[in-house]
């Protein structure tokens, strides 16, 4: 009973310590004196921490991932110089404004935290596709397809028979009006087509041609698969996968998880909780 | 064992409660307990790949990029807070401001209202909602910082705004047309109605309350409150309305929205130097003004940037000022 009630006393010591709190080594330092107050390096750190914290907290640590997995190549150094050549020619005279304005100290500022830092993160997010592309395939199930979209259904229907006698679904679209043009294209679960068109496509194999399919829009669709077997386009595939817009986030995510990322100060957990809760999560 | 429960039962009962009310309060405390970290005597913020980002490096990334606007902001607060007294009545309208911002952000956010609200005042500075007050309140002193500077600076500041934009409070009254380019019947009747009211000598205030078909303005006896030539009013309206001389009333003025009988309150100083919107309209035309009427006051506070002239140097160039 002793031991347990020490044991209960310690855990209660324990709960009443603070949390992390990280400080700088001279927060007493002072740079400004206004009348009676003094604006110390202390106040500075905490009031920009507040402000801007979790941003620069995310920024180094993204900086850091980027210099252990994507090297900075010179074809992205000349694409990186070119925008910035077309920006400073479209800008003229206000370019340096702008880019202060923006929180830039300068063009070679703008150049790496922006331009070349954008490049890199869509090769982070190549990278991680290529080393997950099996699981991605699997998951994101790219096909190549076709189809056509009528507003009447009866001319659906003429139009569906035609391309079950033979026709390309480029020729029906010619020939029966269809609002678009039928031509092959590359689809995966989260390309914005009708939800029933993609209800279709998840079972449908080869070479399927399907009835009439009544859109959540109201509008009738005939779709061919062209192609459903990976295999035979894997390289496009994978290439494809680069357009899904969430997995530059998912990318990111995993390589913090990667390179362990880890707080040890309460403000910051709370504010990247708030802001960036995608980055904590193991 | 038995005789030992017997006699000691109730106690055991008791304290086994307290033991387990306490645990589970520890464990509650504790479960989200962050360890700190150190590297070389320094306290670590985050730490990637192996690498320790200390508070003194991130000090450093953040100085770099916000450290001069922080300290500039600081500095205004300072200023403002040491140079404004604090009124009842600015404690009352910092109230009510945050009651009505509370109100408005509920409405609009729901039960996020916090977390947005948070996000907003923690860009300038401030911790989280529960600053709001704090917050309106500097923005009530920092009003009337702006006041004094301005009063204390009639012939550089607002003569010369004066001469340009010639400031006014003005009231209306308008009897809306389907067409404005051909009344109807009825309504020439209520304009001839409303011109023998005034012919009477009913006030301006009384008729537009009861003719004006500017909802808005009929409550406030017509009162549109301050304008000047910035105003964006439709042409007809505030060309007419920069004719006039205190206290004139036009003839109808017609606009796109009907016509409109325009009646000019004052024009003089002593008078709109109590309008609000007079200060926003100055800072809105030159927003150096603050950053001056700030600096002025720091400089009789003897700010003071402990031989540090980069510094200072920033800090003037963003208060716009030369030394």
Known sequence: ?282 | MKDFLKKYGVIVIATTFFVCIIGYFAYDKTKDYLPSKKQDGADVVFSINNQNITADALFDDMYKAIGDKTIVQEIEKIVISESIVITDKMKEDAKNITSSVLSNFQNQYGAKYQDELSKILRSLGYNDYNDLEAYMLLSQQRNELMKQYVNNNIDTIYKPYAEENKPRTMSHILVKCVDSANPTDEEKAKMKQIDEELAKGTAFSDVATKFSDDTGSAVQGGSLGFMDAKTQFVPEFLEASLKLNDGETSEWVKTQFGFHKLQCGTTKFDDLKEMDELYNQLTTLDETIFTKAIWEKAKTLNIDFMGNDELKASVLKAFNVTE
């Open chain 1, 1 to 282: 009973m002793k031991k347990l009630l020490l044991a209960t006393c310690a855990l209660l010591l324990l709960a009443g310590c603070g949390d992390a709190h990280a400080k700088i080594k001279s927060p007493n330092d002072v740079l400004v004196k206004v009348g009676k107050t003094s604006i110390t390096k202390g106040n500075v750190y905490e009031t920009m921490k507040t402000q801007a914290g979790s941003y620069h907290v995310i920024s180094l640590s993204t900086k850091a991932i980027l210099d252990a997995e994507v090297e900075v190549t010179e074809d992205m150094k000349k694409e990186a110089n070119a925008t910035l050549e077309q920006l400073r020619s479209s800008y003229g005279d206000g370019f340096a404004t702008a880019l202060s304005n923006n929180g830039y100290l300068s063009e070679e500022d703008f150049l790496n935290n922006s331009l070349l830092l954008s490049k890199r993160l869509s090769a982070l997010t190549d990278k991680y596709i290529k080393e997950n592309a099996e699981d991605l395939l699997k998951q994101y199930s790219p096909k190549k397809i076709a189809y056509v979209s009528f507003s009447e259904e009866e001319t659906a229907h003429l139009a569906q028979l035609a391309a079950k006698d033979g026709q390309s679904l480029q020729d029906v679209a010619t020939a029966f009006k269809s609002e678009n043009a039928g031509n092959e294209q590359l689809v995966n679960t989260t390309t914005t087509i009708d939800a029933m068109i993609q209800s279709y496509i998840k079972t449908a194999s080869t070479n399927d041609l399907s009835e009439v399919i009544t859109g959540t829009d109201g509008k009738f669709y005939i779709v061919k698969i062209v192609e459903a077997d990976i295999e035979k386009f894997k390289e496009e595939a994978i290439t494809s996968l680069s357009s899904i817009a969430e997995l530059s986030s998912i990318s990111e995510k995993s390589f913090y998880k990667k390179y362990n990322f880890s707080i040890f100060d309460r403000d910051t957990y709370n504010s990247i909780k708030a802001e960036y809760p995608q980055y904590l999560e193991k």
